[in-house]
Each structure stands twice: as C-alpha cells, then as structure tokens.
C-alpha cells in the first residue's frame, strides 16, 4: 500500500492525479497540501476538495493549504492554460468538506515524524511547501519512503518560458533547496509528459463517449488545455504532467528507464529561471542527486486511465 502525501496546485490534470490517488486499490491518500502555482490559490483549494467529494471520498482525506506565494520570486498564474476555476470553466460547486486550520508545512513535517520512511511524497507543483518543511526540519529528508516530483526538463523546451518548465520556473529557490537536501527524489520532466502523456482530439472524442463520470470529468477539466494547445502549441491534445506521474507512482513499471543524474536548477538569472541542467556526461564532477525517468510506457499510462474512466477505479 502507497501512502501519500500530494503536493499540488489543483488545475487540469492535477485533478486527474488527485482521482487516480483516491481511486487506487494500491494507494492511501493521507494528506494533500496545496501549493501556489497554476491559479488562485483559493480556487486550488477547493478544486482540491471538489475532486475528494467527486471521488466519493468526502471528509476522509484531509487538504492543507500551505503557500500561497513563492520563497522569493514574483509569478504569474495561467488561466489562460486551465480557465478561470482551473477546472475547465466548469464552475463545479463548493465541496461540502472544508480544508485543515493547520499550515501544509506543519502537515508535511508532523505526518513525516510520526511515519518514518512510511510515506511517499508526490509533488506535482512549485516546491514551496516541502522546501519550507525541509528548512524546518532538515531531518524529514530522510524519513520519506519514496519521493517523486513532476518538474524541469531532462535537454527539452521550457513550456513557460523556452528555458524552464512552469513548476521549477514559479519556484526555483524551492527546487534548489529541494535537489540539495539529501532527499534522493525520482524527475519525472516535461518532455517524459509530451513524449508519452498526450491525448490528441480523436483519442478525447473516444474517451468523452465512454460516458461515465470520470471520463467526462477528465474531459472537463482539460478542456481549456484543449484551446490552448490548439491556439499555442498548434496540435489539438491535452498534455497529462501529473497524472502520468502519478501512473508512475502507483506502477514502477510504467517508468521504463530511469538514470541516476546531478541536477541543477538555475535560481540566479532572469532569462533562464527555473531552467533544469541533467549532467548527463558528469562533466559537473557532482554525485548524482536525482532518478531521472527517461522513458515511460504510454500504454501502460493510458491503461490506467482507461481503467479509471471504465470502472471508476484503478
Ligand atoms: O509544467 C507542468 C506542471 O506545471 C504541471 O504540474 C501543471 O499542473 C503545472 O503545475
Ligand atoms: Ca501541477
């Protein structure tokens, strides 16, 4: 049994993530704490609490708002990529259930303490809040089971800037604290999401027509992706970050190659901020910090989800 803790900035696929956690037979969702990053913070917070409702889970699995702005740098949110609740426009109601009075960071390092090496931390937003919890409590770096984040590029584009991707780009201070803590974390990057975790139009069309409530759910909170990767990026696809790092989470095996890499974030420069460097020759003479996923199994990915949308479970 996983337990986990998630770490989100509850938009699009985010969500979708969120769902897989709460409907696997092979996971215990323990806490999620939200992080500033994709839209207001608010609105992530209850994003975060409509899913937990949605999945049938109301009340059991408690949501921790943590930081609502990055350890020093300015950002920007991007409802332009997610609509304006960060659910598609869907404008789902408010969740019954209503999040902790206790901060995020506090949650991380009370639950790490009490759980040594039990748990696996997900992190699929700006890592402002476990590098909070680790500046606190350095010793929690070593008491996680597992760690994996979705964030930086192993040599691929930027997809919010050409040099970064938007989760070390929002916050990179935190991802440098995060790569230099001890913490021995799994990189599922960027490029692992548009080699292998794409749904083109044709693909979506067939999932919509699958008809059950998870499938529509899927295609609601994508929905704005749809238009902007049409209008942006000029393919008709929505883009699944989160949710095939949570695939990877809950089946090693949908990772198909991993590499132990040093990385680096760049958190001096403006141009490049947040832009990721995987030392890939070891030029850089540093121990390797970080498992780089290198490749992964769409089939067994998409899998996954089918199974979700088909039986509501996975
Ligand atoms: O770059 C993609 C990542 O940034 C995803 O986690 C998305 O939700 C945003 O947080
Ligand atoms: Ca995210």
């Known amino acids: 049994m996983e337990r986990i803790i998630l770490d989100t900035d509850t938009a699009g696929d985010d969500n979708i993530a969120l769902l897989m956690a709460l409907k696997s037979s092979k996971a215990r969702l323990e806490a999620v704490t939200i992080n500033c990053g994709n839209i207001n913070f608010d609105q992530q917070v209850e994003n975060a609490l409509y899913t937990i409702?949605?999945?049938?889970?109301?009340?059991?699995?408690?949501?921790?708002?943590?930081?609502?702005?990055?350890?020093?740098?300015?950002?920007?949110?991007?409802?332009?990529?997610?609509?304006?609740?960060?659910?598609?426009?869907?404008?789902?109601?408010?969740?019954?259930?209503?999040?902790?009075?206790?901060?995020?960071?506090?949650?991380?390092?009370?639950?790490?303490?009490?759980?040594?090496?039990?748990?696996?931390?997900?992190?699929?937003?700006?890592?402002?809040?476990?590098?909070?919890?680790?500046?606190?409590?350095?010793?929690?770096?070593?008491?996680?089971?597992?760690?994996?984040?979705?964030?930086?590029?192993?040599?691929?584009?930027?997809n919010v800037t050409p040099a970064a991707e938007f989760n070390f780009w929002v916050d990179p201070d935190a991802a440098k604290i995060v790569l230099h803590s001890g913490l021995k974390p799994t990189m599922?990057?960027?490029?692992?999401?548009?080699?292998?975790?794409?749904?083109?139009?044709?693909?979506?069309?067939?999932?919509?027509?699958?008809?059950t409530k998870e499938a529509e759910f899927f295609y609601a909170v994508n929905r704005q992706v749809r238009t902007f990767m049409r209008r942006e990026r000029g393919i008709d696809a929505i883009s699944?970050?989160?949710?095939?790092?949570?695939?990877?989470?809950?089946?090693?095996?949908?990772?198909?190659?991993?590499?132990?890499?040093?990385?680096?974030?760049?958190?001096?420069?403006?141009?490049?901020?947040?832009?990721?460097?995987?030392?890939?020759?070891?030029v850089l003479g540093k121990k390797p910090n970080v498992k780089v996923v290198y490749e992964a199994s769409e089939k067994r990915f998409k899998d996954m989800l089918y199974r979700l949308f088909r039986e509501g479970r996975i």
Not at 244 to 251: E, G, K, N, Q, R
Request: with cysteine.
């Open 53 to 158: 409702e949605f999945a049938g889970m109301s009340g059991k699995v408690p949501v921790y708002p943590g930081a609502r702005h990055p350890l020093l740098r300015d950002w920007r949110t991007v409802e332009n990529i997610h609509g304006k609740d960060g659910m598609g426009n869907s404008f789902f109601p408010k969740a019954k259930q209503r999040p902790e009075p206790k901060h995020a960071v506090d949650a991380i390092i009370e639950l790490v303490n009490s759980n040594p090496g039990e748990l696996t931390f997900v992190e699929i937003a700006p890592m402002t809040n476990i590098a909070l919890a680790l500046r606190k409590d350095p010793s929690i770096a070593k008491k996680f089971k597992s760690f994996y984040f979705m964030g930086g590029t192993n040599q691929y584009l930027g």
């Open 188 to 211: 599922v990057g960027w490029e692992i999401c548009m080699r292998h975790g794409l749904f083109f139009g044709e693909e979506l069309e067939k999932v919509r027509d699958i008809g």
């Open 240 to 282: 699944c970050p989160d949710s095939i790092t949570m695939a990877i989470v809950l089946d090693r095996k949908v990772a198909t190659s991993t590499k132990n890499r040093f990385v680096e974030v760049d958190n001096e420069s403006e141009i490049s901020r947040g832009a990721c460097y995987v030392d890939e020759y070891g």
